[in-house]
């Protein structure tokens, strides 16, 4: 498994994960290709969106 990039149209290997021979190791090294991919990324505060709750006593 590879991490790749594509810019213009060319691909470039990014990194190398592994290789897997089993359904579980597949599965270890998408979990491991999915932490690197998204390392240094902050989570989005999707709470912070949710329309405010009116009380009855504001009409």
Do not use: N, W
């Not at 990014?14 to 932490?35: F, R, Y």
Request: glycine fraction near 6%; charged fraction near 25%; avoid cysteine.
């Amino acid at each position: 498994m590879q991490i790749v990039s594509k810019e213009r149209g060319v691909r470039r290997i990014v990194e190398h994960i592994g290789s897997a021979h089993s359904p579980e190791e597949l599965a270890v090294l998408l979990e491991v290709a999915d932490t690197e991919i998204h390392a240094g990324q902050l989570a989005f505060d999707l709470s912070a969106l949710a329309p405010a709750k009116v009380s009855a006593a504001r009409r």
